[in-house]
């Protein structure tokens, strides 16, 4: 069983940066694939970005086409730690972003990840 929560979210400008950060719990995380996706008033849920499970060096990562290097994905495996750092905020990334987990391989489909966090709101003012 894997529990994730999700922290540091909140209201920034337009332009500005916010860090996410998703604790897991369990001895497991390492082996772990680790996601953020998020989700708007009236639409889905979408991926924002992914990374692999490696342990040793940068792990291979994956990230939605339409964020054009905005958004960064990292992990610290000795904190059980995923984080999303995102920069140059504007006002669609407004949304309920949710960290998600796997056991299997780096995946971009909502549907794969076992375990999820409850969410937590970033909002962008303009």
């Known amino acids: 069983q894997v529990q994730l929560v999700e922290s540091g979210g909140g209201l920034v400008q337009a332009g500005g940066s916010l860090r996410l950060s998703c604790a897991a719990s369990g001895r497991t995380f390492s082996t772990y694939t680790m996601a953020w996706f998020r989700q708007a008033p009236g639409k889905e849920r979408e991926f924002v970005a992914a990374v692999a499970p490696i342990t040793w060096t940068a792990g291979r990562t994956s990230y939605a086409d339409s964020l054009k290097g905005r958004f960064t994905i990292s992990r610290d495996n000795a904190k059980n730690t995923v984080y999303l750092q995102m920069n140059s905020l504007k006002p669609e990334d407004t949304a309920v972003y949710y960290c998600?987990?796997?056991?299997?391989?780096?995946?971009?489909?909502?549907?794969?990840?076992?375990?999820w966090g409850q969410g937590t709101q970033v909002t962008v003012s303009s």
């Open positions: 998600a987990a796997r056991s299997g391989g780096i995946n971009s489909q909502r549907y794969e990840y076992d375990y």
